[in-house]
C-alpha cells in the first residue's frame, strides 16, 4: 500500500510537470501581431465585441483617428493610439489606460498586459 502511495505521488508530479511544460511551451508559440496590422484591422469604424478576462461585456469603435466610443455599461468616448507594439486605449479617469498585444483568435483578436490575457475583441 506504501508502494503504491509513493508511485501515486510520483505519477502526480510528473503529470503536472508535463502540463506546466505544455504550457510554458504554448506561451512561448504565441505569436503576437504587430502594431501597424493590429491599427488596421481594429480601426475600421465598425464595432468590436469585447469580452473582458473577468467576463464584462462591451461594444468597442476604434476610428482611424485614434478616437472611439465604448458602449456598455456606460457609454464614453475613448482615445487609443499606438506605443511601440502596444495598442493602448485611454477611458477616462474611471477606467484608465489600458495597452495589449493582440494575437489572432477566431472571429477577432485576444489581448494580452504582460503575457496576461485581457480584452479579446470579436465580430
Do not use: H
Amino acid at each position: 500500500m506504501t508502494y503504491s502511495k509513493v508511485t501515486a505521488s510520483v505519477l502526480s508530479a510528473t503529470v503536472a510537470a508535463s502540463i506546466f511544460a505544455s504550457a510554458g511551451m504554448a506561451a512561448e508559440k504565441m505569436e503576437y501581431i504587430s502594431g501597424a496590422v493590429v491599427r488596421t484591422s481594429l480601426a475600421d469604424g465598425k464595432p468590436w465585441s469585447m469580452t473582458s478576462a473577468d467576463g464584462k461585456k462591451a461594444m468597442f469603435t476604434f476610428n482611424s483617428d485614434g478616437t472611439g466610443k465604448l458602449s456598455g455599461p456606460i457609454t464614453m468616448s475613448i482615445k487609443w493610439k499606438l506605443k511601440g507594439e502596444n495598442f493602448c486605449i485611454a477611458m477616462g479617469m474611471m477606467l484608465g489606460t489600458k495597452c495589449f498585444r493582440f494575437v489572432a483568435v477566431k472571429g477577432g483578436y485576444q489581448g494580452y498586459a504582460k503575457d496576461k490575457p485581457g480584452m479579446a475583441f470579436r465580430r
